[in-house]
């Protein structure tokens, strides 16, 4: 048991606490009066010292809960304004390793009581999933050794039978109440396909998935048992197997993931569960038990492209203005879209569900970005296309009311005639309300009720419309 709880991941010790349990104190309230960075900064160096001085269990306990309370004051404000800073992702990782340090010393030990055991167990995986939900809030992928940890904090509930211990632990966003409910709200987020969440949803994902997760359970592996569900290998570094992936890790370490019972959950009344909470899950479900497949095979390409990001840009290239570009790299396409990469920096404007202007050498060609993910290469976008010839339009409440720029999505309907679609930004324009539309070319306005959207992202929707 302690050989296998040896290979979590904590740094050596390096030298003697020169810090007392009141200077701590003292020093954490001091950093509160700082500015917040600032005051973060202060917070992670002290913590990061002292997870690599010698102290005992007691004074190591102690101080963790300190660097506790101050985590909630510090996550309040992150998740205020979002996106979290590098320092705050920080601070979630050094937490948990100082709680792996504990646990050692735990183990080492004679007997630890099951609550103690349970609680120490949960607070080290609390923070790595606070750590994983930061790294996709960043839609950055996490690191590799947070995988490892995490399946081995499991690994050694299971084996001191404390997975179901409930603890009482008030963070926010909601962590599920047990080990074994706040390890699997780790992976199903991690299967939610958390790159193509809009920006906060993965927060709201968390905390939808609190009272649920413990629902599922890791069942034993059989090489016979073709149920359907993720496969768990918990000497890996990936939270669930591929789907094409083999099972050649021992058979003591494989899990299948047993989802039937949260699937039925899903489903029954949950009155403390908002419909935004109910949408999103109903949305990401579909990613837990099937592999994502492609529609369009795609190609391989090395070219260069530019982007008009957002609607009033892309209505002012319609009119040949020239509002700023971003540059970007094409990296594969297909009929159904394309992967870019472009400048880290981009991120801020380029989120999920942003409206987009593609311009290569033929014809400018709208989309939607669907998924992203930054790493050291920059920052990588799914693109989905939308097909259509692009035209600006103005729309106004009266005739010689203020004009509001929209745009129009037309393609080809079978026979005579067109599709069309309007796109507007979220929350300008209400659903029946009547509008005076004006095309760039045409002079004439025309009077129409604005229609119930049939396609709509955190940033635009897109309205059917029958033109003359």
């Not at 102690?62 to 506790?68: D, E, I, K, P, T």
């Not at 929707?461 to 033109?467: A, G, S, V, Y």
């Amino acid at each position: 048991m302690t050989l296998d709880a040896l290979r979590l991941e904590v740094p050596d010790i390096r030298e003697d606490s020169s810090v007392s349990p009141a200077e701590i104190v003292e020093r954490l309230a001091a950093a509160r009066l700082l500015e917040a960075e600032h005051g973060l900064q202060q917070v992670l160096g002290l913590l990061f010292t002292l997870n690599r001085s010698g102290l005992t269990l007691l004074e190591r306990q102690r101080a963790l809960q300190s660097f506790s309370d101050e985590y909630r004051y510090y996550a309040s404000l992150a998740n205020r304004q979002p996106p979290p800073s590098a320092l705050f992702v920080r601070l979630c990782g050094e937490l948990a390793t100082g709680f792996k340090r504990l646990l050692l010393q735990i183990l080492q030990g004679r007997q630890p009581s099951l609550p103690h055991l349970a609680w120490c167990l949960y607070m080290a995986q609390h923070f790595l999933a606070q750590q994983l939900l930061r790294h996709y809030q960043l839609y950055q992928e996490p690191p590799a050794a947070l995988w490892r940890d995490s399946h081995l904090l499991y690994w050694i509930g299971e084996h001191q039978q404390c997975l179901d211990e409930p603890v009482a632990a008030a963070f926010d966003p909601k962590p599920a109440s047990t080990l074994r409910g706040l390890y699997q709200q780790m992976l199903l987020l991690a299967q939610s396909n958390p790159f193509h969440l809009d920006e906060g949803e993965c927060l709201t994902l968390f905390s939808a998935l609190a009272p649920l997760a413990a629902l599922a359970r890791l069942l034993p592996w059989d090489e016979e048992d073709e149920a359907e569900g993720p496969l768990v290998d918990l000497s890996e570094s990936q939270p669930c197997l591929a789907f094409e992936q083999q099972a050649e890790g021992e058979p003591e370490n494989l899990r299948r993931f047993e989802l039937g019972a949260l699937l039925i959950a899903l489903h029954e009344p949950a009155p403390l569960q908002s419909g935004q909470e109910r949408q999103l899950l109903e949305r990401v479900r579909q990613h837990w038990l099937t592999r994502q497949q492609r529609r369009h095979e795609r190609a391989e390409l090395d070219g260069q492209c530019s982007l008009v990001v957002g609607l009033p840009a892309i209505h002012a290239q319609l009119l040949d203005k020239l509002p700023q570009r971003t540059e970007a790299q094409i990296l594969d396409a297909s009929p159904g879209g394309a992967r870019l990469l472009c400048n880290a920096n981009e991120g801020g404007q380029l989120q999920v569900g942003q409206l987009v202007l593609l311009l290569t050498y033929g014809t400018p060609t709208l989309a939607l970005v669907r998924w992203r993910h930054l790493n050291a290469e920059g920052l990588h976008l799914g693109l989905r296309y939308l097909k259509g010839l692009p035209r600006p339009v103005w729309l106004r409440r009266a005739p010689n009311a203020q004009t509001h720029p929209g745009v129009l999505q037309s393609t080809p309907a079978p026979g005579n005639g067109w599709h069309h679609g309007l796109w507007l930004p979220n929350g300008q324009f209400a659903t029946g309300e009547h509008l005076w539309l004006q095309l760039a070319s045409v002079h004439n306005q025309a009077i129409l009720p604005l229609p119930e959207s049939n396609l709509g992202t955190s940033s635009v929707t897109r309205h059917p419309l029958r033109l003359a």
